[in-house]
């Protein structure tokens, strides 16, 4: 569990400013969106929180502690990150489970990779499943297993439920939600659905050209009374 803090943040690559000076707070264990037009920022301000990204300027900070003056392999343990596409090496389900502790050059053992496939209710694939085997939803939720393989105190996620169909979607919300509970990490999590947002987080940051345009609680944005947010989920062009 860690509050994220952005002090002050810009991010300029190729004379493009992508973020203009963001300053805001995720408080320590509470569930974030992301939300906001293509190209708004999102994925950008997401990977500098695991290291992928450095700012310009502006420091970011987990708790106290300064992100820039993190070891790198720390920081990839305690913000564990999840795309869309949920990247596998070739291998089995094992081998993927396994890969955040090769890096270290551990190894997981039998019983907490079990464990860990437990968690995202995919206790009845084996862990010598050959990887291509596995259905969408089950990769995501495999990716997922795999964020918290070092029991990372923030979870990062990029847009995971984007091509699932509606059932694995809920059941990945679900998953996400008992992942909060019992570890109570904060989760920041970028979704274009902002139907999912309402539902599924307690508030949503709003960026839009690279700045924060909005912050509310998530039970509002269905019925936002701030015209740009409004405008944004009627699908009007920002
Ligand atoms: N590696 C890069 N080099 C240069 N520009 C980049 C790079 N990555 C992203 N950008 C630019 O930064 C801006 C923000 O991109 P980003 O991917 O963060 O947006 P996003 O909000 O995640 O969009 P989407 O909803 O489409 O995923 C875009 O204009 C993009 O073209
Ligand atoms: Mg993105």
């Known amino acids: 569990m860690s509050t994220i803090q952005l002090d002050h943040i810009n991010v300029i690559r190729n004379d493009?400013?992508?973020?203009?000076?963001?300053?805001?707070?995720?408080?320590?264990?509470t569930i974030t969106a992301l939300i906001g037009p293509s190209g708004a920022g999102k994925?950008?301000?997401l990977k500098l929180l695991n290291g992928l990204h450095s700012p310009?300027?502006?420091?970011?900070?987990?708790d106290d502690a300064p992100l820039s003056s993190m070891n790198l392999l720390q920081l990839r343990?305690?913000?564990?990150?999840?795309?869309?596409?949920?990247?596998m090496i070739s291998g089995t389900v094992y081998d993927n489970l396994n890969l955040?502790?090769?890096?270290?050059?551990?190894?997981?053992t039998e019983e907490v990779a079990l464990q860990l496939l437990d968690q995202v209710n995919l206790d009845n694939?084996?862990?010598?499943?050959?990887?291509?085997?596995?259905?969408?939803?089950?990769?995501?939720?495999?990716?997922?297993?795999?964020?918290?393989v070092n029991q990372p105190k923030v979870l990062l996620l990029d847009e995971i439920t984007s091509s699932l169909d509606p059932r694995s979607v809920k059941e990945v919300e679900k998953l996400i939600h008992r992942i909060h509970q019992d570890h109570q990490v904060?989760?920041?999590?970028?979704?274009h659905d902002v139907d999912q947002a309402a539902r599924a987080t307690e508030r949503y940051v709003m960026l839009r050209d690279g700045h924060v345009e909005h912050i509310g609680k998530s039970s509002t944005l269905l019925n936002s009374e701030h015209a740009t947010v409004r405008d944004f989920i009627e699908g009007e062009e920002l």
């Open 16 to 29: 493009q400013h992508i973020l203009h000076d963001i300053s805001c707070t995720f408080p320590s264990g």
């Open 43 to 45: 994925t950008t301000l």
């Open 56 to 62: 310009t300027s502006g420091e970011i900070y987990f």
């Open 77 to 87: 343990a305690d913000a564990g990150m999840a795309l869309q596409s949920a990247p």
């Open 100 to 108: 955040p502790c090769v890096i270290k050059g551990e190894s997981l």
């Open 125 to 148: 694939v084996p862990l010598s499943q050959d990887i291509k085997s596995l259905s969408g939803g089950q990769r995501q939720r495999l990716s997922i297993a795999r964020t918290l």
């Open 186 to 191: 904060t989760i920041i999590w970028i979704t």
